[in-house]
């Protein structure tokens, strides 16, 4: 643990909470991309799998059941929720999301660190997690006009990621060249993915106006 990972945790963390708090506030969803949240559902429940089998921390399991817990609530809401259900908008969120999946199954397949279940499931969750943003920001891109509390989800997010590359770069440095090409790589591309919202997001700060993102 260091001060970059804590960090990036604690963003993710919170970008989770702002759309809970978005969902269970307003009772709406609009804006946020269900399938999305599917993918991220997927990408937690792949990647901690060792849940109940490895021990690290008490920190360590809390964090992965407030991610496999608060990603499953999400879609839960959005499916079923009387409410919320009726404020998604599945003409403008049609990103078929099942190509991102079986990519990033086959990359599993045939890059990994060890041809085991669990490293097939943990690659597998790194790749499909560099581009599960996809869906969000397309979604985002055709409705234009972002509300605030969406706007603050996709940029936590972002913040996350970004931290994460830092962290990485910390341990390579001070845990004798410590490094794993394959989050190396799925997280620059994540982040990347992130540049053209970061862009309009910062103009929309500086500018104190409503953040609005081109067609």
Request: proline residues 2%; glycine residues 2%; charged residues 15%.
């Amino acid at each position: 643990m260091n001060a970059f990972r804590f960090l990036g945790d604690m963003t993710h963390l919170f970008s989770v909470l702002v759309l809970l708090l978005k969902i269970y506030a307003t009772k709406s969803c609009s804006g946020v991309s269900r399938k999305t949240q599917e993918l991220y559902m997927l990408v937690f429940v792949a990647r901690y799998l060792d849940l109940f089998t490895d021990y690290v921390s008490l920190y360590n399991s809390v964090m992965k059941m407030v991610f496999i817990t608060s990603s499953a609530a999400i879609v839960w809401c959005m499916r079923r929720h009387p409410q919320v259900r009726r404020t998604y908008d599945k003409e403008q969120d049609t990103f078929r999301h099942a190509v991102l999946v079986a990519a990033a199954f086959l990359l599993a397949l045939m890059f990994h660190d060890r041809f085991t279940f669990r490293e097939i499931c943990w690659a597998f969750s790194i790749y499909l997690e560099a581009v599960a943003i996809l869906p969000q920001l397309v979604l985002l891109q055709r409705s234009r006009n972002v509300d605030n509390l969406t706007g603050q989800y996709v940029f936590f997010l972002g913040a996350y990621r970004a931290f994460y590359i830092l962290n990485w770069i910390y341990r390579y440095f001070t845990e004798g060249h410590h490094s794993r090409w394959i989050p190396w790589l799925a997280g620059l591309v994540q982040t990347a993915l992130y540049a053209d919202f970061f862009y309009y997001y910062f103009l929309s700060w500086k500018n104190n106006v409503k953040l609005e993102l081109p067609a």
